[in-house]
């Protein structure tokens, strides 16, 4: 009967008052009184705020004092916050609330999405389950409520408010948990609330046939509604809701887990139903399919069968929501992807207001997304290698109204978060993205950067910088959207951390995304536009893309080896008219990979009958080359009638023969690290032993698997020598694990094993050897002949493989294969000249070196503006002298002012700020009246854009420039006026400093007058004809040095090939240089004239000035390189290569004049024979 009475002392809120005991004791009270008032009173009815929620939920949650939760309505994971019911209002389906702590979106606020209003759960239940709490470091190990191997038993949990549940750090210790329990059909969890759990939810773990429904969980740690190992199936996940979902520390509950980036659904067996659950907050993914099978699940004796959940069918998975996820996505695959089957569909699934992306799919196949809502995300999707994605009848929202209204609000901050749809490159062919019957809208927000369009080309892992998988885009609506804000490229284009994507070409079926005809999107790359007039195209803004209508294309793949000699070859494609050149491209990927290939792209229109395209290669040097294999791919065809086909692309092998082919190992380069060999994954590392480049496999130590090492080898050497013997040769050495030296005795499995092999011809050729090793440390040397067969003609790949035992590494060093010479050149001697043959006479005659002149060799400065001289405008650049930053493809700079349009100057295409210069001659001032560029007629006009034409003056400074920014086509012309009384010296186009391509035009013309005449009017000469020259070698005495001076074209000066060569010109006295012609031999070898130098020397040999010669030199083709500087002054003129090579050149001529009188002499006097008729005497005499 004794009465205790307690008091708070100042007032506070609560709901509940619990008494506890400190010993182990009953508790037993009589009668428990509390005092106090509600708190609603003293609160005007009025002041309150109503949430209308719906008669059923108002009736149930009429009580004062219940606590409600309202979700977030931003992109903010933990926007979420607790009410509570203060009365019941009279009007029906209404609850009143203290005044809201945070102002949340109703209904009628939504602007007729009612998906955006906030979800509001109860999260009172009249039965508690709740654990002790303990103090410090046990703080968060609360309770755990576990089913432990009961299969076939049903149990069902309704109801329930679980509290301070879960043993954060301890496996198996989660607020509700089905455990290894294997079927038990008719089993629920439902209607239950989980409420600051410290370690997960509701944890479905080898159990099936489980049923979780209508469940609440809130404020909780780790993924939250889960199937734990992948073993399990058949279960249900119906209208449950998650919010504010944090993570866990890393490493719990242990290493493996992913428990740091959350999930409120964490799906690792997608043979479950999912059906209109909601995810409402998380600082991970809403939606995480982490397809995996682990232990203890996959012991079981049913899932022992190789189960791969990553290629199971889906169950049901429909109604879904997922918002205010805070990291990755709403619904992602990411990492371990979904290869689902075809026909998978996830319908009307719903993503808003996700931070990152509402869909991120990665390493996925086979979706169609059906139905249902993507707004305003980071992106709405970000197909990452989602193959065959489909969205059909998807509305995809930019920025939606009620997000405008929220940013006005002050509610949510504008961060342009409205990106659309992503096409990812690098899917694979046949594999693109369709998406129809779809909406977009939002996209026209005034947002700038990112991945602002309904449509865009994305940019992760831009492997080989192709776009090689076509989209599939038609019956898809745009409200009131510019095309501009429909579809861009640029962010793969030019955003790529990884490789710039290249040929992006999209077709739109029906003229829906363009807004008026079908065509193709395309990018303005040469494999593309070169095939094509894009200069009917127009010009998407901020679009990085021409939309071309009615035309027809069809994207393609050739794929070579990867390996790291290919890794400055080009690819040509002619149709007999155009040609365009692709780079191979940098790979995203380790190029010493023997599993992957380098991807080179097009993009091309029907072959015109009977002229199929043409695909030839060139190496680094810009000889003709094969890459090891080319394999032609073609997407699937266009809805277009008019795309290429297969049997209109062929392949052009090089012949085998000249000095190509006598090393197929020439592209290595050990001391730069360059090699031709690759492996799988094991990793490759070259080092330097005792003067030798030594490659070992590197395999990791915790994982050395059977690995081999491979190369690939030019299949046009060895299909273009027929009946020809190539020798293979090279040095090994095995170890084992402690890296000590293995033995092996070269006829087990135990032993290496080389084999050489050509495939893909008329019949394939294999040969295999076995090699043994030894334990001391030595070398094992390997040495065979190989004699190509018949029958191989056809092949498109040739490799060497160097296999080996399990679990052992291997070495190797001085590794080659070298053609077999079959007999002596026609051009080479029996015997060899003991020393290098000279045409310098044994003594010269005596003259006397008067001066004629002495030039004025400093031009006059200009005036400021000077009177024109003459009334008559000529092109002053048809007597100019060209010259550029780089010439390459024959494309010599003074075929821009030969006054032929269909010669072209052709620049290199890998600097940046290419240019083209003419030099209108020292001493001349000019006024220039205009500046006229014709582009270049055949094809490939789009490179020239982006560039600026300056006038300079004698010194180089800039006294006139206009910058030209679009594309100009094909033959089209472009004419600058100069400002009034500009003089000049030079005429220069060149491109802005960022922009990196060829630089090629047809003519460029410098229309004006001459105001003054140069200082000196010495006649311009040429002066190496019949001039002595001399070499380091010459072949044979029909190629002699001479052969270069003496004015006729088909006789060649031609050095030997066995040292670095060079040939000098004597141009008898100082003189001034103005340019150097230099014409290649007709007949062959053009290529070998490449990577020269041009140099004048001074009398004593110094060096003066010097050219460069880039690229290889084409049959007959003729280089000039300009000097024509107020230094210019020489005696002789060098031409040299730089490496082991032959030299041979049809003409040297060097234009000029001399500053000193020509030596002269006598002609070279005939070869006679003195001897004959003359007293002759000898030692001794025998008979007679």
């Known amino acids: 009967g004794n009465k205790k009475s307690f008091s708070v002392g100042a007032s506070v809120d609560a709901r509940y008052v619990k008494v506890t005991i400190g010993d182990q004791d009953c508790l037993q009270i009589g009668e428990f009184e509390v005092y106090g008032w509600k708190a609603s009173e003293g609160i005007p009815m009025e002041n309150m705020d109503r949430l209308h929620v719906g008669e059923e939920a108002a009736n149930c949650w009429k009580s004062p004092g219940s606590r409600i939760m309202l979700t977030s309505d931003t992109y903010e994971w933990d926007d979420s916050h607790i009410e509570v019911v203060a009365d019941v209002p009279s009007e029906p389906g209404t609850i009143a609330v203290y005044p809201l702590t945070k102002k949340k979106s109703a209904v009628d606020e939504t602007f007729g999405y009612p998906d955006f209003a906030v979800e509001v759960a109860l999260l009172d239940r009249s039965l508690i389950i709740e654990g002790a709490k303990d103090e410090g470091e046990f703080a968060t190990l609360g309770g755990h409520f576990i089913v432990l191997h009961t299969p076939h038993v049903h149990q069902h949990l309704e109801g329930a408010l679980l509290q301070n549940m879960g043993q954060q750090g301890k496996l198996g210790r989660y607020p509700l948990h089905f455990h290894m329990s294997e079927c038990v059909h008719g089993s629920t969890l439902s209607k239950n609330v989980i409420w600051k759990s410290n370690q997960r939810c509701v944890v479905v ?23 734990e190992d992948g073993g399990e199936w058949d279960n249900v996940f119906y209208k449950n809701l998650g919010a504010k979902v944090g993570r866990l520390p890393r490493g719990v509950p242990r290493a493996e887990e992913t428990d740091f980036f959350p999930s409120v659904y964490w799906i690792t067996n997608p043979s479950n139903d999912f059906i209109g659950n909601v995810a409402a907050g998380s600082q991970g993914p809403g939606f995480w399919f982490e397809l995996k099978l682990r232990a203890p699940s996959s012991e079981l004796e049913i899932n022992n069968h190789g ?11 429909k109604d879904n929501a997922s918002h205010s996820s805070g990291f990755r996505a709403g619904f992602t695959t990411y990492e371990t992807g979904y290869l689902a089957p075809p026909g998978t569909v996830w319908e009307n699934i719903k993503a808003y207001k996700n931070k990152e992306a509402g869909l991120f799919q990665h390493g996925t196949a086979n979706i169609d997304f059906r139905g249902g809502l993507l707004a305003d995300n980071g992106q709405a999707a970000h197909n990452f290698h989602h193959d065959n994605a489909i969205y059909d009848g998807t509305e995809v929202i930019g920025r939606s109204e009620h997000m405008q209204f929220l940013i006005d609000q002050g509610r949510i901050g504008d961060h342009c978060k409205t990106g659309g749809l992503s096409l990812q490159p690098n899917e694979g062919m046949g594999r693109g993205t369709t998406i129809k019957n779809s909406s977009f809208k939002g996209f026209d927000n005034g947002c700038s950067g990112g991945a602002k369009y309904a449509i865009h080309v994305g940019n992760n892992q831009v492997r080989n910088g192709v776009f090689d998988a076509s989209p599939t885009i038609f019956n898809n609506t745009f409200a009131d959207e510019p095309v501009s804000s429909r579809i861009s490229a640029c962010w793969g284009i030019h955003s790529s951390g990884d490789n710039d994507v290249r040929t992006v070409v999209i077709e739109d079926m029906d003229g829906s995304l363009s807004g008026s005809s079908p065509g193709f999107f395309v990018q303005d790359e040469p494999s593309v536009t070169s095939f094509i007039d894009i200069t009917n195209c127009r010009m998407v803004t901020d679009g990085c893309l021409h939309f071309c209508e009615n035309i027809c294309l069809r994207l393609g793949i050739v794929s070579i080896s990867q390996d790291l000699t290919t890794r400055n070859f080009n690819m040509h494609i002619s149709d007999g008219t155009n040609t365009a050149s692709v780079s191979r491209g940098k790979i995203w990927f380790d190029e010493k990979q023997n599993h992957l290939s380098a991807q080179m792209p097009l993009a091309l229109p029907a072959a015109a009958t009977g002229s199929p395209y043409q695909i030839t290669f060139t190496d680094a040097n810009d000889e003709a080359a094969w890459p090891g294999f080319a394999k032609l791919n073609l997407e699937r065809a266009p809805s277009c009638i008019g795309g290429v086909s297969a049997g209109e692309i062929e392949f052009a092998m090089p012949d085998g023969g000249g000095d190509r082919c006598m090393d197929l190992f020439k592209y290595d380069d050990y001391p730069n690290g360059i090699h031709g060999w690759q492996n799988f994954f094991a990793g490759l590392v070259v080092s330097e032993d005792a003067g030798k480049y030594v490659i070992s496999t590197n395999r990791r130590k915790h994982d050395r698997g059977h690995v081999n090492l491979s190369r690939n080898l030019d299949t046009s050497c060895l299909v273009g020598n027929i ?21 092996s005795d070269g006829t087990s499995n135990d032993s290496p094993k080389i084999t050489f092999s050509i495939t893909g011809g008329q019949s394939n050729f294999v040969k295999s050897w076995n090699l043994a090793t030894s334990s001391d440390g030595s070398w094992a040397e390997f040495s065979e002949e190989i004699t190509m067969p018949s029958g191989i003609e056809g092949a498109n790949r040739a490799q060497i493989v160097i296999d080996k035992a399990e679990k052992q590494e291997f070495l190797i060093t001085e590794w080659g294969m070298k053609l077999i010479p079959s007999e002596a050149p026609t051009l080479r001697p029996s015997s060899y000249p003991s020393v290098s043959p000279t045409l310098r006479p044994s003594s010269h005659p005596t003259v006397s070196l008067v001066p004629t002149k002495v030039a004025t060799l400093t031009p006059t400065k200009q005036p400021v503006t000077a009177a024109p001289v003459s009334a008559t405008p000529t092109n002053l650049a048809l007597t100019g002298l060209a010259s550029g930053d780089s010439e390459c493809h024959n494309g010599f700079a003074y075929k821009a002012i030969d006054g032929n349009p269909n010669s072209i100057n052709h620049s290199c295409c890998t600097n940046y700020g290419a240019w083209l210069m003419v030099d209108l001659g020292i001493g001349t001032l000019n006024y220039i009246e205009k500046i006229v560029v014709k582009n270049r007629v055949n094809c490939c006009g789009g490179r020239l854009k982006r560039f600026y034409v300056e006038l300079l003056d004698a010194d180089k400074n800039v006294v006139f420039d206009q910058y030209h920014y679009g594309t100009v086509g094909n033959a089209q012309v472009r004419e600058f006026v100069v400002d009034d009384g500009t003089v000049a010296r030079f005429a220069r186009v060149r491109h802005e400093d960022s922009y990196k391509d060829c630089l090629h035009i047809g003519e460029l013309e410098v229309w004006g007058y ?11 000469i040429e002066m190496a004809t019949g001039m002595e020259a001399t070499a380091s070698t010459i072949w044979s005495q029909s190629s002699a040095a001479s052969k270069s001076v003496d004015g006729n074209i088909n006789s060649i000066f031609h050095s030997k090939c066995n040292a670095v060569p060079w040939l000098r010109v004597d141009i008898g006295v100082m003189s001034f240089v103005q340019d150097v012609k230099i014409t290649n031999r007709g007949d062959c070898c053009g290529g070998r004239l490449r990577y ?28 000039q390189k300009v000097f024509n500087e107020e230094t210019s002054l020489a005696r002789y003129v060098q031409l040299s290569l730089n490496r082991a090579d032959c030299l041979h050149v049809a003409e040297v001529q060097v234009y000029g004049y001399h500053l000193m009188a020509k030596p002269t002499s006598s002609p070279t006097p005939v070869p006679e024979n003195l001897a004959l008729n003359k007293p002759a005497s000898q030692s001794s005499t025998y008979n007679n």
């Open 1092 to 1119: 020269a130098t041009v140099e004048l020397l001074d009398e004593d040999l110094n060096p003066v000035e010097s050219r460069y010669i880039q690229g290889s030199v084409g049959n007959g083709q003729v280089v």
């Open 205 to 227: 773990h080898g159990s099936h046939n489980v049923t979780v429904s209508e469940n609440v969980a809130f404020d909780t740690k780790g993924h939250c509604f889960m199937l």
């Open 1010 to 1020: 001459p105001t003054e005449v140069p200082a000196s009017s010495e006649p311009i």
């Open 307 to 317: 189960m791969n959940p990553k290629a199971l069918a889906q169950k049901t998975f």
């Open 723 to 743: 009946g020809r013997t190539f020798h293979l040769f090279g040095k090994m050495r095995m170890k084992d694990e402690s890296d000590a030296d293995v033995a």
